[in-house]
């Protein structure tokens, strides 16, 4: 018997324009009357999961900034902060290459430099909804729990040949999108987060259900006997579901719900 169902947010269960669908709520209230818990987890913050889901969210738990900050009841129960001096080497090293901006993550905003171009800052407000401009991020003293780093052109490109080298011996080095890199502490992904909610819950693998669609789900993936890759995922992706849903564009994740929990 499924007891808890964990979903990523872009790409596995808001559709292409980034929407719930309409009929989640209805599928939340039916999850609610058999008490099977419901978690997000996403690179999102906080704060921006709060805006995405208002008043029907006041019972779910969030595993935030992939993995660095969970939320359970309203409540911080897990928070892991980068090292400054660290925080300052990602900051050096992302400047140092063409078309970077980059993104501090604290529990309450977002930090960017005040020169951030106007498209990146487009794109970065898709994800976060509370953003602090600063003249200089090494000025920033916040505790941060992921550098996100933005390039519209060779993000992926810059994750294999500049960051992962550089920095994937000592800190979580994952693309979270086709032009997002998220770094963190090691050990602070989504499938660390999830084991927690599952062991405060006494839930087992067994007993869980998890989505995703893009390399920072890995982890989590790993955790649920239920797991399920969408069919929109790039195709590596798919070697670590147990099962493939349907697309996010079909609604992928309630119908593998229904079928599977419901």
Partial sequence: MIKLIATDMDGTLLDENGVLPIEFT?????LAAKNIKLVVASGRPYYTLQANFGPIGENLSYICENGALVVENGKIIYES?????LVHEVIECAKEIVG???ILCAANCAYVEKNCSEGHL???KKYYKIINPVDDLKNVDDDIVKITICNLENSLENLNNVFKPKFGDILNVVGSGEVWIDISNTGANKGVALRKLMNTENITKEETMVFGDYYNDIEMLAEAEYSFVMENAPEDMKQYG???AASNIEHGVLKAIIEYAL
Avoid: C, F, Q, T
């Fill in 26 to 30: 209805e599928i939340l209230d039916r």
């Fill in 81 to 85: 902060s980068i090292d400054r001096n």
């Fill in 100 to 102: 970077n901006a980059v």
């Fill in 122 to 124: 487009n794109e970065i």
């Fill in 242 to 244: 147990k099962y493939i």
